[in-house]
């Protein structure tokens, strides 16, 4: 074979014949596989770095699943063990009833002696009509401080909207009805306080309010009265941890109200929800301090005074007595007592208010003024226009009285009023129109009674 070696290492076989063998490294054997392999890039990794690969991505899979795992784990233990241990406690019977007592009552709040004070109600009232479910929503934000009051209403059904905002406090009254129409007077003072003539003289149910107080007196009163408390929040799932009581009560047409009424940990009043087969009713109660709203500065302060007069004359010896809007007074600056007309143009779709006679309010006070006015048919007549200024003296104000006589016949062609540089007072229909007396009766005045009725 050829590059074979003899036994003796000295001789080389190359096919023909034998040559002496050198043993030198450059004679090696050609047919020798080389070690020195050249290092070259290849498109794939080595197994075991893939095997690592695949390795990691489980690992984070892994973990992925665990963390959801825990989450869930931890809501489940939070929703159903920590978070009702955080709850307060159930409260029992003699406790409400005590807690519930010493709340504010209305007359606490009217007469100043809780600093602030809030109530929002938010009224739902579902009705059937004509094989139509009906439903009217109803908004109320009551405000009151020892100085100052505001009531914001609105009710609304199908695509119809009604509502008003009312500001009062010791210098002014502002109104401001469905974004339309404002108004603002400065005054000289009231007879009672803010929040007693707003509470007292609005359209808002104020009487849910104090809910909490008329149930505690039915518990009370009725030992079988049925009464639950557990924990849940309020108002919503999202809100404060509270303690409610639940109790029931039965109308006369046996329908039937649930009452809840929420308390906090640190025992103090949240609200109260009420619930029939046809309405929900949600009252949150508060003490958060507020202020004179935006609005009030933008109001017209160019409105005559809002009052209420009997002006139309019907004798030659006619009076009116005066009601102010929540008998509050006005200055005299200015002020006079005149005779007007008062008529519709439906041509033209506007009101013309004329002043026909005129006196000012100190010439009424002081023995009244002489007018003069001639008929075609029934000739001269000479009639006197007075004011009385009833307390608060100085003031034009509810009990004051405007009157007219004459010594022929009745001004009965005129009116009767006050007017300033304004223009002629005028009523200023505060009220929320409703839709169905019927819907109110139920909604305000049925369940604002119904815990306090015996049977």
């Not at 409105?303 to 004798?315: G, K, L, Q």
Request: aromatic letters at 10%; charged letters at 25%.
């Amino acid at each position: 074979m050829v590059g074979e070696i003899s036994p003796d290492g000295n001789f080389i076989w190359n096919g023909t014949e034998w040559l002496p063998h050198n043993n030198t490294p450059e004679e090696q054997n050609v047919f020798q596989l080389t070690t020195d392999v050249q290092e070259q890039e290849i498109g794939w990794e080595a197994v075991s770095e893939k095997l690592d690969e695949g390795g990691k991505g489980k690992m984070i899979a892994m973990s992925i699943v665990g963390l959801l795992v825990l989450t869930a784990l931890s809501w489940v233990v939070y929703a159903f063990v920590i978070d009702p241990m955080l709850f307060p406690d159930e409260l029992k019977r003699d406790e409400f009833i005590k807690m519930a007592s010493d709340e504010p009552t209305i007359e606490d709040v009217i007469s100043g002696e809780v600093s602030y004070w809030t109530c929002d109600i938010d009224l739902k009232l579902t009705q059937e009509e004509d094989g139509e479910s009906i439903t009217i929503r109803g908004d109320y934000s009551i405000y009151a401080s020892e100085k100052s009051a505001r009531v914001s209403s609105e009710m609304s059904a199908l695509f119809t909207t009604f509502g008003n905002d009312i500001w009062m406090d010791e210098n002014e009254i502002a109104w401001d009805i469905n974004d339309e129409e404002s108004g603002r007077i400065a005054i000289e003072g009231i007879s009672t306080s803010p929040a007693s003539e707003l509470l007292t003289n609005s359209d808002a149910p104020v009487e849910f309010c104090f809910m909490h107080q008329l149930v505690a007196m039915s518990l009370e009163n009725d030992a079988s009265q049925p009464f639950s408390s557990e924990g849940e929040r309020f108002p919503d799932e999202d809100g404060v941890r509270a303690v409610k009581i639940v109790t029931e009560q039965a109308l006369e047409d046996d329908e039937t109200f649930t009452i809840s009424v929420y308390f906090d940990d640190d025992g103090n009043l949240l609200g109260t929800k009420m619930t029939n087969s046809s309405s929900e009713i949600l009252v949150e109660i508060g003490s958060d301090s507020f202020s004179k709203p935006g609005w009030v500065k933008n109001a017209n302060s160019d409105t005559p005074m809002p009052m209420i007069i009997d002006s139309d004359i019907w004798s030659s010896n006619h009076s009116s007595t005066v009601e102010t809007l929540f008998n509050s007074s006005y200055s005299m600056e200015g002020a006079k007592v005149v005779l007007y007309t008062d008529e519709y143009d439906y041509e033209n779709d506007t009101r013309i208010t004329e002043i026909a006679f005129e006196v000012d309010v100190d010439t009424a006070i002081n023995g009244g003024g002489l007018i003069q006015s001639t008929d075609e048919w029934y000739g001269e007549n000479n009639c006197t226009l007075s004011y009385i200024d009833n307390a608060p003296m100085g003031e034009i104000s509810s009990g004051d009285v405007v009157s007219i006589s004459c010594d022929n016949y009745a001004m009965n062609d005129y009116q009767i009023g006050i007017s300033n540089e304004n223009g002629i007072a005028s009523e200023v229909d505060l009220s929320v129109p409703w839709l169905s007396p019927f819907f109110t009766i139920i909604a305000l005045l049925g369940a604002a009674l119904l815990v306090s009725r015996r049977e």
